[in-house]
T-cell receptor, first 112, second 117 residues
Framework: KQEVTQIPAALSVPEGENLVLNCSFT??????LQWFRQDPGKGLTSLLL?????REQTSGRLNASLDKSSGRSTLYIAASQPGDSATYLC???????????FGTGTRLQVTL | GAVVSQHPSRVICKSGTSVKIECRSL??????MFWYRQFPKQSLMLMAT?????????EQGVEKDKFLINHASLTLSTLTVTSAHPEDSSFYIC?????????????FGPGTRLLVL
């Protein structure tokens, strides 16, 4: 059974700092990994999707890397802003139905 | 980008009543939709996979007779919580997989907050 873990569970940083969120998964037989953002009481916003053949994906200040063999992915946020405060979730599809198994999430707070 | 809507966004009901939640893909077709439940400060837990034109596939521990899923068209799936009880109070989120690109992104709805009194 796939298990997805995120470290740290919570993180508070001052504005402007670069930061790294970690995601690890136990079954490396994945064909992609997705990072999401969730604001309190809201749904999910997809940030980045990395296919298994890729090592990283970039979108603006966000950069996600994937190392399938070690079962790890990182989300790098450059020059953090208060608007980046949210919970970040990674997820991997399992089985042929592509149902997602979500990580435990990292609650990020960027302070002024 | 692809948009998924959910209706209602919030619902408060009395214990014992049934509540229907709709999930629609607005600008793409989705043969597969997923229903998740999220308790406060916890991650999303998949409840069931909804397949257009066929029966839903439920995850272990999810009562299919309590959480009725209907996926009658390529753009609409509904989740009905039957005889709701306070322990069913949760945040319900649907997602739809855009079939156009292979192994494409799942797009999530804004969620429905259910409170059962």
């Amino acid at each position: 059974k796939q298990e997805v873990t995120q470290i740290p569970a919570a993180l508070s940083v001052p504005e402007g700092e670069n930061l790294v969120l970690n995601c690890s998964f136990t079954d490396s037989a994945i064909y992609n990994l997705q990072w999401f953002r969730q604001d309190p009481g809201k749904g999910l916003t997809s940030l980045l999707l990395i296919q298994s053949s890729q090592r990283e994906q970039t979108s603006g200040r966000l950069n996600a890397s994937l190392d399938k063999s070690s079962g790890r992915s990182t989300l790098y946020i450059a020059a953090s802003q208060p608007g980046d405060s949210a919970t970040y979730l990674c997820a991997v599809p399992t089985g042929t139905a592509s149902k997602l198994t979500f990580g435990t999430g990292t609650r990020l707070q960027v302070t002024l | 980008g692809a948009v998924v809507s959910q209706h209602p966004s919030r619902v408060i009901c009395k214990s014992g009543t049934s509540v229907k939640i709709e999930c629609r893909s607005l600008d793409f077709q989705a043969t597969t939709m997923f229903w998740y439940r999220q308790f406060p400060k916890q991650s999303l837990m998949l409840m069931a996979t909804s397949n257009e034109g066929s029966k839903a596939t439920y995850e272990q521990g999810v009562e299919k007779d309590k959480f009725l899923i209907n996926h009658a068209s390529l753009t609409l799936s509904t989740l009905t919580v039957t005889s709701a009880h306070p322990e069913d109070s949760s945040f319900y989120i649907c997602s739809a997989r855009d079939m156009r690109p292979s192994y494409g992104t799942q797009y999530f709805g804004p969620g429905t907050r259910l409170l059962v009194l």
